[in-house]
C-alpha cells in the first residue's frame, strides 16, 4: 500500500494503518532497533512502541512524504533511550541503604566508570546527601551527588591521576 494511503488511514484512526504499517516497513523498523540494542525482544517492543507513537502522532503531524523516516527516526529515539537505561543498570553495580546514624546521607551506590577516554575501569563509591544549607522554602531537599574512589590509596600510588572532572 501506499504511504499516502497508510497516513491517510492513520488520520481517519483506521487501525488497518497499523497492520499496513507493520506489513510494509515492520521488518526494516526492527532491523533499525535490533542493530542498536543487539536483543530481538527489546526490539520487538521498541517496534511496537512505534506504532503507538506514530499513532498518537498523527495528527497533527501527516508524513506522506516521509512516512519511513519519520517512523525510522521514532523507533531510533525509543531504542536509543532503552540503551542508555540498560547501560544504566549496568553501572549501578549495587546499592546500599544506610541507616539514619549518618544523618544526611541517603544512598551510596558502587559505581564503575567507564567513559571511551578512561584508562582504566575504576570502581567508586557515588554518596547521595541531603545538603540542609539549601533547603527550600516550600520544603523540598537539595541533594548532591559526592564521588570517592573505592580502592584504598595504597593499590593506585602508580596509577594516572584524574583531573575530577565527570563530563
Do not use: H
Request: one cysteine or more; hydrophobic letters at 35%.
Amino acid at each position: 500500500m501506499d504511504d499516502i494511503l497508510i497516513v491517510d488511514l492513520f488520520l481517519k484512526r483506521d487501525e488497518r494503518a497499523l497492520k499496513e504499517t507493520q506489513s510494509k516497513y515492520g521488518s526494516r523498523l526492527l532491523r533499525i532497533s535490533e542493530n542498536i540494542l543487539k536483543n530481538l525482544s527489546e526490539a520487538e517492543e521498541c517496534e511496537n512502541d512505534t506504532y503507538l507513537a506514530a499513532w498518537k502522532s498523527m495528527p497533527p503531524n501527516s508524513p506522506k512524504d516521509y512516512l519511513f523516516a519519520y517512523l525510522a527516526k521514532i523507533i531510533r529515539n525509543l531504542s536509543l533511550n532503552v540503551y542508555k537505561k540498560n547501560k544504566r543498570q549496568k553501572s549501578n553495580a549495587m546499592i546500599i541503604e544506610l541507616s539514619s546514624e549518618r544523618e544526611y546521607i541517603r544512598r551510596v551506590e558502587l559505581i564503575y566508570r567507564d567513559e571511551s577516554w578512561a584508562e582504566l575501569y575504576m570502581p567508586y563509591y557515588k554518596f547521595y546527601v541531603e545538603l540542609p544549607i539549601f533547603k527550600r522554602e516550600n520544603g523540598l531537599n537539595t541533594y548532591g551527588a559526592f564521588y570517592v574512589p573505592a580502592v584504598e590509596g595504597k593499590y593506585i600510588k602508580n596509577m594516572p591521576l584524574w583531573d575530577g572532572s565527570f563530563n
